[in-house]
């Protein structure tokens, strides 16, 4: 009698720590802003730069939109949680939040392992990198992440909008994610448990897997080299991929594999920060410091000589 389909959520955020809330609030306006602008920056460069025309900056540049997707859909909500104690979204909201949410993070593993794919080729197969690597290529290897992303996150996606809640309609997180809105629902979430199990494990094992076996092949064709300078010259064109494959999976299993039970919902908003808000600010940071090319091109593009 008392299960219903609730018309609205409120967002508590960090609804225990209220009396940082407007440190937190500056302190994530200007990770937001820095993280748009960073983005968006690599996204202007590599469109508008002849020298940046090469398969790994275009790959980037799905990267870097990936992570403006990610970054806006979810802080701007969670600034609204924080400023004002709580945030009203509606139904729909939630669960177009939670789709867009699951989707852009199944579509950044996939693109991390077309990545890595882009990085053997350039290393392990560099003469006939240019054939392979066409521009038809390109767009398939850039499309089918975000197809992938988009549709198979349905199977989650779909259970969770049929979920029945018993008048309870405040989630203490600052986002709509699967683990809240399973502890808020008063339906039998053990299928939609297992169906998410069944299938995020093939998402991120398979492309986690593949991109260990490609570097596995790029450090041996590294180590065969023979001089040191061509060693780190040949390295440094894909360390900081490999750092950002380090982060972005390394929050992803700290944060699937904390137990559901007893106090992991604290421990589960950070590692959630982490994912949502810090990752896609490190993402151009990384690229910019460690890139020759980007970093040549900053400083022309700020007038430095």
């Known amino acids: 009698m008392n299960q219903t389909r609730v018309a609205d959520f409120i967002l508590l955020g960090f ?27 690599i996204i ?10 090469s398969p790994m900056y275009y790959f980037l540049c799905h990267l870097s939109f990936s992570d403006l997707v ?6 701007p909500n969670m600034l609204g949680a924080i400023l004002l104690g709580g945030k009203i979204m509606t139904y729909f909201g939630c669960i177009t939040q939670f ?5 852009s993070t199944i579509t950044e593993c996939f693109l991390l392992s077309v990545m890595s794919y882009d990085r053997y080729l350039a290393i392990c197969n560099p003469l006939r990198y240019s054939s392979i690597m066409d521009l038809k290529h390109q767009i398939c290897l850039s499309v ?3 197809l992938v992303g988009l549709t198979i996150n349905l199977v989650a996606v779909m259970p969770v909008s049929n979920f029945n809640f018993c008048l309870d309609n405040i989630i203490d997180h600052f986002y709509c994610d699967l683990f809240p809105l399973q502890k808020l629902s ?3 979430t053990s299928l939609v448990e297992l169906e998410v199990l069944l299938f995020s494990m093939p998402i991120f094992i398979f492309p986690c897997t593949f991109i260990t076996v490609t570097y596995v092949y790029i450090f041996l064709t590294i180590y065969k080299i023979p001089s040191t300078t061509g060693k780190q010259k040949t390295f440094s064109t894909c360390s900081s991929h490999l750092i950002v494959v380090g982060m972005f999976y390394g929050t992803l299993i700290a944060k699937y594999m904390i ?12 590692v959630s920060l982490l994912h949502t808000v810090f990752t896609p600010l490190c993402n151009p940071i990384i690229y910019s410091l460690r890139n020759q090319d980007i970093k040549t091109i900053l400083k022309k593009f700020s007038g430095q000589q």
Do not use: A, E, R
Not at 70 to 75: A, H
Not at 259 to 270: D, T
């Open 15 to 41: 609804g225990n720590l209220q009396s940082f809330n407007i440190v937190f609030f500056i302190l994530f306006l200007v990770i937001f802003l820095f993280t748009v602008m960073g983005n968006f920056l």
């Open 259 to 270: 137990p559901s039970k007893g106090h992991s919902l604290l421990i589960n908003k950070i």
């Open 186 to 188: 008063c339906s039998d």
């Open 70 to 75: 990610i970054s806006t859909n979810v802080i």
């Open 44 to 53: 202007i460069l590599v469109s508008t730069n002849v020298h940046l025309q």
């Open 99 to 103: 789709y867009f949410f699951s989707g």
């Open 144 to 146: 089918w992440p975000w």
